[in-house]
């Protein structure tokens, strides 16, 4: 197993090693998802909306329901996108704005605290991960991290499904969890991470909109701080600001760009969010594994990775890349 942060040794040693266009592919449904450019900034060349579709569409009209199930659709595709930062929510120019007004504040001067928060939505599609740095506090719902845990706790992949999913070439998932919560685990481990910001801060909070939004009211009266409340969701958007509590609405994105150019930083994401999305994905000489069988939730809130290699060479120039990495650590 590897962390998160050891694909940037990976993607150095491909470009060290001559590569500069490095081809990604799913086994579900079976395709080749993007490629990227290896270059100072880094460009991902990404399937089409329409063209994913069509691809989606007949895989799973051949597949069994089982499998067809496990198969991300479009709306699933670019969730990946822009929760890993390669995509931006339709509005993101105006939210980060507006976030950095909010937060010019100067507490010596007898400005109030400023904390922000998150729904379900917006822990989901990883917003905290693309978020500007701001001075600010962070203040967490405990109602959000139920209706995380509500998602996928109890929906697991059993013994049929796993062996009906690795004769279609997606190995050693039994008793992970089934692709369409992936993301709601992906928003808990968001959550857990936000934990251990300097300046957060855990309230009580009960599921659903007006339940958590109640929490937010009570942590603003009582401890005499301004809050901001980002999410994707419209109706909270409206009834959080109803009750006054300020509330930012991320619009997601729509649309897949032929190209996008973007960071060393946003392709490690990508990587690691197509992995987990997708159950795995093959690169030149290597299979990155995002589930597998016996992956803990300490494998999962520590981001790490199962990587197979399948060139001997790229194996052990890794492996000596990061034995020098942690020497030096």
Known sequence: ??????LMVL??????????????????????????????????YLKGVEEYREVYSYEALKSEQEVAGEM????????????????????????????????DRDLMRGDRPLYVGFDTSALVSRFPVVMPEINCGVCLNSGVI????????????????????????????????????RKFRLGAVEYRKLKRHRYAEE????????GIIEGYCEFQKSRGVD???????????????????????????????ERVRTGWDEVVELLYV?????????????VLRGVWRGKTGEDWNSERLRLEFR????????????????ECS
Do not use: W
């Open 146 to 181: 139920q209706e995380l845990h509500a998602k996928f706790v109890e929906s697991k992949i059993g013994e049929h499904e796993a062996r009906l999913l690795e004769k279609r070439g997606l190995r050693e998932v039994f008793n992970q969890p089934h692709m369409r919560v």
């Open 1 to 6: 197993m590897v962390p998160k942060e050891d």
């Open 227 to 257: 809050l901001v409340v980002i999410s994707e969701d419209g109706n909270f958007v409206e009834v959080a600001n109803d009750r006054r509590i300020k509330s930012l609405h991320l619009i997601p994105a729509r649309g897949v760009p």
């Open 11 to 44: 993607l150095n040693e491909f470009y060290l090693s001559g590569v500069r266009i490095l081809t990604v592919r799913v086994p579900l449904p079976e395709v080749e998802l993007y490629r990227i450019e290896l270059r100072k900034e880094p460009v991902v």
């Open 311 to 326: 060139d001997r060479r790229l194996e052990e120039r890794m492996q000596g890349n990061l034995r020098i990495l942690r």
């Open 72 to 103: 991300p659709d479009e709306r699933e595709y670019i969730l990946v996108l822009q929760s890993s930062g390669v995509l931006k929510p339709e509005n993101y120019a105006q939210v980060c704005e507006e976030l950095l007004r909010l937060s």
């Open 203 to 210: 309230i009580e909070g009960k599921r659903g909109d007006l």
């Open 274 to 286: 197509t992995a987990v999305v997708y159950g795995e994905l093959r690169i030149r000489g290597a």
